[in-house]
T-cell receptor, first 114, second 113 residues
């Protein structure tokens, strides 16, 4: 089954403790992206990647890092999480050959930073 | 800077009613526009995608239109059902300054039985 898999689904952590949220897709998609969703603000793009070793900032990249060492994986790294990063996070992927095919989204990761 | 606005923020209608959700964007330089559905606590499900060169797309009871020149898109839902209750999000994919995606804040729809 074609899918985007995020882990973990839920995470509670403390301020300053480094964490990684994983994202993996099995569709051989070039384009992958991370979003955060906050009440009343919709989804905001954090980072995106056009291919292996090619990443770029979205609208809210501060406090986050990403890497794209393999085509299928696009982890989101919070080096020193803060409470304002408490949010619902989504990963998505799409074929760069046909961005008009649309996105496939993961099920989301609910992160709480205390 | 591209901004995407959805009106109304919330909508409650009786079952069977036809309804229109609106999405507006400030920069017409878009690659495509996509409508999503999100159920509470769930991920996003793609409903319709309109390429920048297209005017509309249809899927079942859903019809989405795009007017790039005026920066507007509408999602028309015919004969609404309680199962349509969800939040509907529109998103534009920019193709200038990188392939960024900008989402609207969504319209929360409640269809009463």
């Amino acid at each position: 089954e074609a899918q985007v898999t995020q882990n973990p689904r839920y995470l509670i952590t403390v301020t300053g403790k480094k964490l990684t949220v994983t994202c993996s897709q099995n569709m051989n998609h070039e384009y992958m992206s991370w979003y955060r969703q906050d009440p009343g603000l919709g989804l905001r793009q954090i980072y995106y990647s056009m291919n292996v070793e090619v990443t770029d900032k979205g609208d809210v990249p501060e406090g986050y890092k990403v890497s794209r060492k393999e085509k299928r994986n696009f982890p989101l790294i919070l080096e020193s999480p803060s409470p304002n990063q408490t949010s619902l996070y989504f990963c998505a992927s799409s074929s760069l050959q046909d961005l008009n095919y649309g996105y496939t989204f993961g099920s989301g990761t609910r992160l709480t930073v205390v | 800077k591209q901004e995407v606005t959805q009106i109304p923020a919330a909508l409650s209608v009786p079952e069977g009613e036809n309804l229109v959700l609106n999405c507006s964007f400030t920069d017409s330089a878009i690659y495509n526009l996509q409508w999503f559905r999100q159920d509470p606590g769930k991920g996003l499900t793609s409903l319709l995608l309109i390429q920048s060169s297209q005017r509309e797309q249809t899927s079942g009871r859903l019809n989405a239109s795009l007017d790039k020149s005026s920066g507007r898109s509408t999602l028309y839902i015919a004969a609404s059902q309680p199962g349509d209750s969800a939040t509907y999000l529109c998103a534009v994919l920019k193709n200038t300054g990188g392939f960024k995606t900008i989402f609207g804040a969504g319209t929360r729809l409640f269809v009463k039985a």
